[in-house]
T-cell receptor, first 113, second 112 residues
Framework: EAQVTQNPRYLITVTGKKLTVTCSQN?????MSWYRQDPGLGLRQIYY???????DKGDVPEGYKVSRKEKRNFPLILESPSPNQTSLYFC????????????FGQGTRLTVV | KQEVTQIPAALSVPEGENLVLNCSFT??????LQWFRQDPGKGLTSLLL???SQREQTSGRLNASLDKSSGRSTLYIAASQPGDSATYLC???????????WGAGTKLIIKP
């Protein structure tokens, strides 16, 4: 089954404790991205990757890191999480960046206390 | 700057009604527009993708239209069912930077 898989689904952590949210897709998609969703603000893009070893900042990259060492995986790293990073995070992939359908993971609800 | 607006933020209708959800945008230079469905605790599911050269797309009881000149897209849901209850989001790909710009969504409740 074609899918985007995120882990974990739910995470509660403390300020400053490094964490990684994993994302994996099995569709051989070139383009992957991370979003955060906050009430009243819609989805905002954090980082995106056009292909292996190619990443770039989205609208709200501060406090986040990503890597794309393999085509299928695109982890999101929070080196020192803060409470303002409490949010619902989505990973997405598509064949190419433009003009094609986007597939989303189930989401990761992160709470930083 | 491209802005996407979805009005209303919430809508509640009885089962069986036909309904229209609206999405408006400020810059007509778009590459495509997608409608998504989001269920609580789940990810987003793509419903329909309209390329900038198209006027509408249909899938089952769903029909999405695109009018770039007026900066509007609508999602028409025929014969609504309780299972259609979800939040519906529109997202357009802006031609200037190939970035997806999102509306805040319309929360739809279909009452049995």
């Amino acid at each position: 089954e074609a899918q985007v898989t995120q882990n974990p689904r739910y995470l509660i952590t403390v300020t400053g404790k490094k964490l990684t949210v994993t994302c994996s897709q099995n569709m051989n998609h070139e383009y992957m991205s991370w979003y955060r969703q906050d009430p009243g603000l819609g989805l905002r893009q954090i980082y995106y990757s056009m292909n292996v070893e190619v990443t770039d900042k989205g609208d709200v990259p501060e406090g986040y890191k990503v890597s794309r060492k393999e085509k299928r995986n695109f982890p999101l790293i929070l080196e020192s999480p803060s409470p303002n990073q409490t949010s619902l995070y989505f990973c997405a992939s598509s064949i190419y960046r433009a003009g094609t359908e986007a597939f989303f993971g189930q989401g990761t609800r992160l709470t930083v206390v | 700057k491209q802005e996407v607006t979805q009005i209303p933020a919430a809508l509640s209708v009885p089962e069986g009604e036909n309904l229209v959800l609206n999405c408006s945008f400020t810059d007509s230079a778009i590459y495509n527009l997608q409608w998504f469905r989001q269920d609580p605790g789940k990810g987003l599911t793509s419903l329909l993708l309209i390329q900038s050269s198209q006027r509408e797309q249909t899938s089952g009881r769903l029909n999405a239209s695109l009018d770039k000149s007026s900066g509007r897209s609508t999602l028409y849901i025929a014969a609504s069912q309780p299972g259609d209850s979800a939040t519906y989001l529109c997202a357009l790909m802006w031609s200037s930077n190939y970035q997806l710009i999102w509306g805040a969504g319309t929360k739809l409740i279909i009452k049995p």
